[in-house]
């Protein structure tokens, strides 16, 4: 909740004054809201946040799907090289992420990769398992954010489920690293 006097806001924990008398900075955590009221303090709500992932700061959804863009004219809008401009929808900017972040997770062990090539000295075999289980698992990831049809159920495939109070996350999670 925010605060507000007089249509100015007041910052919670910081001293404010008000008709020559001066508030320390927790008193608007320890007032009751009668004495917030006979100040003339009104509770306002916060502004809605949103995820970012998925919506602009006005709440509105971003485009799913990529977007081939146009001019006014309905012509395609070209690029310095005369290739049509493409804004990237939400479920390229994610599947971009898990590729990212599958390459960090096996970028770990490309030594081992190397040393192979090089030395002829055999993976681990939980290292090949590990590196197998993390491009299964960035590829299912990437199917199931192709299978949503819309922002909810993206935000939804993100999300957590909880029951008979285990927490789970929706998606498929990378698997564990063979060293932790």
């Known amino acids: 909740m925010a605060f507000l006097l007089d249509g100015n806001p007041l910052a919670v924990d910081v001293a404010f004054s008000h008709n020559d008398i001066n508030y320390p900075a927790n008193w608007l955590r320890l007032s009751s809201a009668q004495e917030k009221k006979d100040l003339g303090i009104t509770e306002v709500a916060d502004a809605p946040t949103y995820d970012s992932r998925f919506y602009w700061g006005n709440g ?16 395609p809008l070209l690029d310095s090289e005369g290739n049509q401009v493409v804004t990237l929808g939400v479920k390229s900017v994610l599947k971009a992420q898990e590729k990212a972040t599958a390459g960090s997770l096996l970028a770990r062990y490309d030594w081992y990769v ?40 993206l935000v939804s495939l993100y999300g957590l489920t909880e029951k008979d109070g285990v927490v789970t996350p929706n998606m498929t999670q990378y698997p564990e690293d063979p060293n932790s």
């Open 114 to 153: 190397v040393r192979k090539a090089e030395k002829s000295t055999a993976i681990p075999t939980a290292i090949t398992t590990y590196r197998d289980a993390v491009r299964t698992a960035c590829d299912t990831r990437e199917k199931e954010i192709d299978a949503c049809t819309d922002t909810a159920a």
């Open 60 to 75: 509105t959804a971003k485009a799913i799907d990529d977007v081939n863009e146009v001019d006014e004219n309905g012509d």
